[in-house]
């Protein structure tokens, strides 16, 4: 059993700040490209900002300038750091992991984390 596990959401004043984590666990071999998604109420889920193994990343032009993905690798773990929040920032946020390769048996699998959400007040 492979999961994502988010923490860091919460409740933040407009020019406020949250670091958002999200860990895998269980028998990982490898993990390509991380990624975080948000939805808010309304609208359709779409990519914030995405990391490959190696460290290229890649951003929305909404929070290009105040969001930065990060990842540690030997933790398994990718982070998102957020600056100068705005409230249309607010959302469920979903981390998302496109190839998890499972420890002995090879298998590949794509996993979602299961939210996590951001408030940004006015």
């Known amino acids: 059993q492979v999961q994502l596990v988010e923490s860091g959401g919460g409740l933040v004043q407009a020019g406020g700040s949250l670091r958002l984590s999200c860990a895998a666990s269980?028998?990982?071999?490898?993990?390509?490209?991380m990624g975080w998604y948000r939805q808010a109420p309304g609208k359709q889920r779409e990519l914030v900002a995405a990391?490959?193994?190696?460290?290229?990343?890649n951003y929305a032009d909404s929070v290009k300038g105040r969001f930065t993905i990060s990842r540690d690798n030997a933790k398994n773990t990718v982070y998102l750091q957020m600056n100068s929040l705005k409230p249309e920032d607010t959302a469920v946020y979903y981390c998302?992991?496109?190839?998890?390769?499972?420890?002995?048996?090879?298998?590949?699998?794509?996993?979602w984390g299961q939210g996590t959400l951001v408030t940004v007040s006015s």
């Open positions: 269980g028998s990982i071999f490898s993990i390509n490209a």
């Open positions: 998302n992991a496109d190839r998890i390769t499972i420890a002995i048996t090879g298998v590949g699998l794509e996993v």
């Open positions: 990391i490959t193994s190696g460290g290229t990343t």
